[in-house]
């Protein structure tokens, strides 16, 4: 493969994405009109891997990040070229630095609709559509059907059972991750006849909080464990992004004024990433585009 490329008059190289000031990946995101902030990026580069395409004198044309769970699985994400440089190789050229480094692993991804094209020409396959669900909060929730169980506050002890029951609905085991996101999270736990049956973390992000991971055994637990959250940020900016299109989960968000802002597809390459089963634990939020 080639280890560097010519893109206009620029000869580009793979750094590794913590040789670079974190100004310049922030300026990445605000080029494409993402909302990561500086914080966002620093969580990043500390929970996964990435490289950032660089000329000679250190100016960033693009970035792209791979987050590995367990043994053989990794998560892709903040595929980006710069605007004026994109539809010049560029993207896919940085793909093909991150699936060399991925190895056997197998992969999955949220594409958006410009970066599609290029995924499905690289061999992965769409598995579902996210809905990115966003606004400000109601400062009164839709009511929900009585709460079988109770929620609390994660204790430091816990972090193992929700990673078990987290690995159950996400496919790998992202214990890891999970630790690291609790650090910058407030969690709350669903418990019923002694045993925890879903979680959900909520963290600042970008504009406002993200509300996610969010595992569940249904949709009526996701949305009151989801609504712990929201209750806590009334008229404040929150993002959810699901997998449900429609039923009681997504009819909740769209209630509590999170509207649907974009999709993207979640696409994977080797073994197939979404195993949804009756009466399993399912991921009703993801921790975010990047990782899953
Ligand atoms: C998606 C993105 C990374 C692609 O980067 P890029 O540098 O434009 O990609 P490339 O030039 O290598 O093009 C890759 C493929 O995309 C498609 N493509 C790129 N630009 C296109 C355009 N203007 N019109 C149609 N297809 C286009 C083509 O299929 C191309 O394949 P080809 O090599 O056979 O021509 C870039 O558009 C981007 O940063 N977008 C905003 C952020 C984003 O959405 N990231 C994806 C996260 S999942």
Redesign the pocket.
């Known amino acids: 493969m080639q280890q560097s490329m010519h893109l206009k008059s620029f000869e580009l190289f793979a750094h590794d994405i913590n040789d670079v000031d974190v100004k310049l990946l922030h300026a990445l995101t605000i080029a494409?009109r993402?909302p990561h902030r500086q914080k966002d990026w620093e969580f990043l580069r500390r929970v996964g891997h990435g490289i950032v395409a660089v000329d000679g004198i250190g100016r960033v044309f693009?970035s792209a990040m791979w987050f590995p769970q367990g043994d053989d699985f990794a998560s892709i994400?903040l595929?980006?070229?710069t605007p004026r440089?994109?539809?010049?190789?560029?993207?896919?050229?940085?793909m093909a630095q991150v699936l060399e480094r991925c190895g056997q692993r197998n992969l999955a991804?949220?594409?958006?609709h410009?970066?599609y094209?290029?995924y499905v020409?690289l061999g992965f396959t769409s598995e579902a559509v996210v809905y990115m669900r966003q606004g400000q909060t109601q400062h009164t929730l839709p009511p929900l059907p009585e709460l079988e169980g109770e929620l609390t506050a994660l204790t430091g002890d816990q972090l193992a059972e929700i990673a078990a029951l987290d690995a159950r609905a996400f496919g790998a085991n992202r214990a890891q991750l999970l630790a690291s996101l609790s650090g910058v999270s407030s969690t709350v736990v669903l418990s019923r006849g002694g045993k925890i049956a879903g979680y959900s973390m909520c963290r600042e992000f970008g504009r406002g909080h993200q509300i996610g991971p969010t595992i569940a055994l249904n949709e009526q637990d996701a949305a009151h464990l989801t609504a712990a959250h929201l209750k806590a940020l009334p008229g404040r900016f929150a993002r959810v992004d699901t997998r449900e299109r429609d039923g009681m989960f997504a009819e909740f968000l769209e209630n509590s004024g999170l509207a649907v802002a974009e999709t993207?597809t979640t696409m994977s390459k080797g073994r197939r990433f979404l195993n949804r089963e009756a009466n399993q634990p399912w991921v009703y939020g993801l921790a975010g585009h990047a990782v899953g």
């Open positions: 494409v993402w693009g994400g595929v980006i070229t440089t994109q539809a010049q190789g560029g993207g896919r050229w940085l991804l949220n594409a958006t410009a970066a094209p290029l020409s993207v």
